[in-house]
């Protein structure tokens, strides 16, 4: 029975061994991968405490110190010389303008929505904020 042969002139046995061979490269393969993904699950689960303990180390660092929009407006201006005005005229596209005039309570544009109230834009969101 094991004589017989296989369409590619290989006997049974042969094909079998072949197989057997194929199979343990595989679950090897597999033993290899198994162990390399608990190494990553390991490093991930290590970067996310120590990612956590930054966060709470960055907020601790911050921590008795509220800062004004404003203030940071006046500081980003002053300190570091950003041109206020300039970004005040460009936020001031023609759409917004009409929208003020209008009484619009918002403006939606391609980059994000401009919030409107008694005709001051009061912020712009992106959708993208975090969460508070």
Do not use: Y
Not at 7 to 31: H, Y
Not at 39 to 60: F, I, P, S, T, V
């Amino acid at each position: 029975m094991g004589t017989a042969n296989g369409s590619d002139g290989s006997t049974i046995v042969e094909r079998l061994d072949e197989i057997e061979f194929r199979l343990n490269e595989i679950a090897e393969a597999r033993r290899k991968l198994s162990t390399e993904m608990s190494d990553l699950d390991g490093e991930m689960a290590r970067l996310k405490k120590e990612q956590a303990a930054l966060e709470a180390a960055r907020l601790d660092h911050c921590k008795g110190v509220v800062i004004s929009d404003h203030a940071l407006v006046r500081w980003l201006e002053r300190h570091h010389g950003i041109d206020m005005e300039m970004h005040r005229r460009e936020m001031a596209s023609p759409a917004l303008r009409d929208a003020v005039a209008a009484g619009a309570r918002g403006l939606k544009t391609a980059q994000g929505t401009f919030k409107i109230k008694d005709g001051v834009v009061t912020t712009f969101l992106t959708g993208k904020e975090p969460r508070r």
